[in-house]
């Protein structure tokens, strides 16, 4: 066979990559065509032989532009979308051209080294307890599904329930606390783990979203059994986050499991200026945490943490006899992941903290949030807006003063209008809208273009 030709291919790609990053921040943020004209761009009947890779690409680039949204542009405030630093961008091609499984170590042992650094720098930078084991998933919900398959095979192990061979047939009911104010992803990994969000105990939260004390002891009071507490840092719409230490110390005194869903919010952790508002967060017994976020590394890529690393390796670990299994003390991946094979997604952290260091991981959360104050203070001051939230973190919401419907109707001429990108939502019975500001590159400048695109939309001037 001759060689392959990869200069053409991976040129195209280089060349539109350099155009597009030059390009993002004066991008219309949203995308551009309808779901028709991407059909007719994209679609197709099915290829019916070979076609030159170099052409392939360039015409994916081609088709597939004006369907891009701008996510990782400096004025995508949707949802909480991070973007990809330099650095994590360039390690997260090499993680494509080496291709390896991080799996087993014996596929890549190097992956296996960066996996085994960047988790410990991590748990260092979070202030977590020694020792405290990493699995690299593929984001929140998996780091939640697997912080929470952990917790109910120790729960119900305490029981002298075999929860791998016997499943929850016949199990001791295992309660989950967790507050009003959770995220989806909490109920939709209990149902994946068989456990259902009918074993769901929900705590009153306050009006920020935080869980109050109060509530969650009321809860452990109200029954007995194998028990989970589901924290929260990071309110996914205020930002808001729950009085963690209070919450470990309530529930390790009824024998509890405490689990962190801390997809964002876990970051303030890194931040000697925002630690206080996790404080305690230590003393969880496992936790869940997004490098796709805040930490602006590409997609496919959430943590798990776990403060007992022998009872995250017997809930994760599988052995097989074709594996090769680590003899000494390497790490093997699939001992504290979900997956089998999987992308060696370590890389871009390991460079993403390698790039910014602790300082720059500090800065990025910090400016975040001062980022967030200044959208806070500029949107007071403009006629018709009212700020929703206490701005703790990351996260601002507003609404306009003539209801629920010109609320909707200002996101959607906002959300076309191009300069800037944000999502709606409900909050405590009223339409708001969602500013959340995860993207490395935001800068002042950033904000002000964004508050006068609102101002534009809410009153026309
Ligand atoms: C984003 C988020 C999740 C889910 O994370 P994914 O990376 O989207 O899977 C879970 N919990 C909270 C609080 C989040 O903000």
Redesign the pocket.
């Known amino acids: 066979m001759d060689r392959p030709d990869w200069k053409g291919p991976l040129g195209v790609a280089f060349e539109h990559a350099i155009a597009y990053l030059q390009g993002l921040p004066e991008r219309p943020v949203a995308a551009r065509a309808s779901l028709a004209e991407l059909r007719a761009a994209l679609g197709g009947p099915l290829p019916p032989g070979p076609q030159a890779p170099e052409r392939v690409v360039a015409e994916l680039a081609a088709a597939a532009g004006p369907g891009v949204v701008a996510s990782s542009g400096g004025r995508y405030f949707g949802f ?1 979308v991070g973007g990809a630093t330099p650095a994590a961008l360039a390690a997260d091609w090499l993680t494509s051209v080496w291709d390896q499984n991080a799996g087993l170590y014996v596929l890549g042992p190097a992956a296996g080294v960066v996996e085994e650094t960047a988790g410990a720098w991590l748990v260092e930078l979070l202030g977590l307890p020694a020792g405290t084991s990493a699995g690299f998933v593929t ?4 780091a ?1 599904f697997t912080g929470l398959e952990i917790a109910v095979r120790d729960v119900l192990g305490r029981t002298g329930w075999d929860f791998d061979t016997a499943g929850l047939w016949g199990a001791p009911r295992v309660r989950v606390i967790a507050g009003e104010g959770r ?1 989806g ?1 909490i109920d939709r990994a209990l149902r994946f783990l068989g456990v259902g969000t009918g074993s769901i105990v929900a705590v009153p939260a306050d009006e920020q979203g935080r869980m109050t004390v109060a509530g969650l002891a009321g809860a452990l009071a109200g029954g007995d059994g194998p028990t989970i507490v589901c924290a ?1 840092a ?1 309110n ?1 719409n205020s930002g808001a986050v729950d009085p963690i230490g209070e919450i470990c110390d309530l529930a390790h005194r009824s024998g509890a499991w405490v689990h962190v ?1 801390g ?2 919010g876990l970051w303030a952790a890194a931040s000697p200026r925002l630690r206080p508002l996790v404080a305690g967060v230590e003393r969880a017994d496992s936790w ?1 945490m ?1 490098a ?2 805040w930490l602006n590394v590409p997609y496919d890529s ?1 943590l798990v943490f776990c403060a007992h690393p022998a009872a995250h390796r017997a809930a994760m670990g599988v052995r097989a006899s074709y594996l090769v299994h680590a003899a000494g003390d390497e790490r093997d991946a699939l001992d504290y992941n979900p997956e089998h094979s999987r992308r060696a997604r370590g890389f871009a952290v390991y460079a993403a903290i390698r790039a910014l260091g602790r300082t720059g991981i500090a800065e990025l959360v910090e400016r975040s949030c001062a980022l967030a104050r200044r959208f806070a203070d500029q949107l007071a001051a403009v006629p018709g807006v009212e700020v929703l939230n206490e701005v703790v973190l990351n996260q601002v919401l507003i609404r306009f003063d003539q209801g629920d419907a010109h609320t909707r109707q200002v996101l959607d001429r906002l959300q076309r209008e191009g300069t800037c990108w944000m999502s709606g939502t409900t909050w405590n019975g009223t339409a708001a809208v969602r500013i959340s500001v995860s993207n490395w590159s935001t800068d002042e400048d950033d904000v002000d273009r964004t508050v006068a695109a609102i101002r534009r939309a809410a009153t026309g001037r």
């Open positions: 909480v984001g929140g919900q998996m939640n995220h992803t929260q990071g996914v869903d997809a964002f869940a997004d796709h976020k959430g």
